[in-house]
Each structure stands twice: as C-alpha cells, then as structure tokens.
C-alpha cells in the first residue's frame, strides 16, 4: 500500500488515513518497503479522537494549525500551513478579474450547487484540473466555499472568503479542519451561510462578511518553504 512506502505526506486532511484503512483491514504491510520516516508537511486531522499511528516514524516540519498540533503533540516550533497557501506560485500570469463572486462548492456539493440559479455569479468546479480552478480562483473579486481548500486558495491570492454551509455531511468532524486553518490564518473565518441564502445577498453585504488571513502572505509562504524537508 502506498501510503506505508512514503516519505511525506502533505495537504488535506490525511493523518488519520493509515491507521483507519489498517483499522477496517483493507491492506497488509510489508515491513521490509516501510521507510524509517514519514515527513508530515502542512497536512492536518479530521477527528479529534482518532490515532495517528504509522508504521513510519512521524517528523513534523509543519502541520496544517493548532488543533493539528496537539493532537499529534507536534514540537513547539512546527510551522502551521497547508500547503494550498503556495496556490498562487503557480501561476505564470494573473487573469483579470471577470466575476464578483466565485462559488466552489466540495466536490460533493458540485452537481447541487450547479443546479442553483447562480446569475452572473462563476460556478468553480473542484473537479476540474488544479491550474484551471486556481485560475478561476484568481479571477474573482470574492470567494464563497464549503470546500477548505477553495476558502485556503483564496487566502494564497487574498481574496476576501466566506466559508458555506455543505449540502451534505461532510466525513469526520468537518468543522475541525476549518477551525484548524484558521488558527494558521489568524483569523476567523466568520458565520457560515448557505449558498441559497447567500444568492439572496447583495454582493456589497457578502464582501461586509468575507475575511481575509491577518499575517503577510508572502512572509507565511516562505516559511512554509523553509521547512520542506526535501532538496
């Protein structure tokens, strides 16, 4: 299994991963492919309660936020960031802006939302290829996400963003994620809103609730950089 045989995980919300497929008996391990270390850059947890337990030795170079952090009992100076926060480095060129308001639903929320009436509002798909959507990201004035990661790639660009409410349950506890990025933000992201009620919202009243993160973008970057642990 692949997870066993690496050396870094990083993004998402993946810590628990090894420890819940050992747990449901979907794999075995062979000792002999099990790297000494696993490097943990800027992903983070899902539960509060469940283990974090690798065949791999954890070293934490940075972990997604503070909630993260106690759970796995990280070292003091773990650096805190997803690594989504680099979005805005892979672009070549910067789109004009085309939209007032971008919607990217989570990928479980996508065939919904696209059935709302969104007017003028750009529908941005997280299923589409990575540059394509952070392209789109790019393109708009104001971001309204129930996907974490459409709210942190708006934060690479800073652009003002809403976190809203999933038409469907999301796996885990989904509010930790959220609140774990905001501690890495250093600041909140504010009350959540349905799309449906946020569509009823002058655009003027939606900027009034967007937030931006509190620290300087390119500063928080390059410490994330810093602490990649590989050449």
């Known amino acids: 299994y692949a997870a066993t045989q690496a050396e870094l995980i990083a993004a998402g919300s993946i810590l628990e991963h090894h ?6 008996g979907r794999y075995s391990v062979d000792p002999a492919e099990i790297p000494a270390e696993l490097h943990v850059w800027g992903t983070g947890v899902v539960q509060d309660e469940t283990p974090v337990l690798w065949p791999q030795k954890l070293v934490f170079p940075a972990v997604r936020g503070a909630h993260t952090a106690r759970q796995v009992d990280a070292p003091p100076a773990v650096v805190f960031g ?10 070549t060129r910067r789109p004009q802006k085309e939209h007032a308001v971008g919607i990217v639903p989570h990928y479980i929320d996508a065939d919904r939302v696209g059935e709302l009436d969104l007017g003028s509002w750009k529908l941005i798909d997280p299923r589409w290829p990575a540059l ?18 459409g709210l942190i790639v708006a934060d690479a660009f800073g652009i003002p963003c809403i976190w809203a409410h999933a038409s469907r349950p999301l796996a885990g506890k989904p509010g930790l994620k959220f609140h774990d990025h905001e501690t890495a933000r250093k600041r909140p992201f504010g009350q959540q809103i349905s799309y449906a009620d946020a569509l009823s919202l002058p655009p003027a009243e939606l900027l ?13 970057q390059d410490q994330l950089i810093a602490v990649f642990p590989f050449r």
């Open 82 to 91: 997803d690594p989504g926060i680099l979005a805005d480095r892979l672009l």
């Open 208 to 220: 009034d609730r967007a937030t931006i993160p509190d620290r300087d973008m390119r500063e928080w």
């Open 19 to 24: 420890q819940i497929r050992a747990s449901r």
């Open 132 to 149: 394509d959507v952070v392209t789109a990201i790019r393109a708009v004035h104001l971001i309204l996400s129930s996907s974490l990661h």
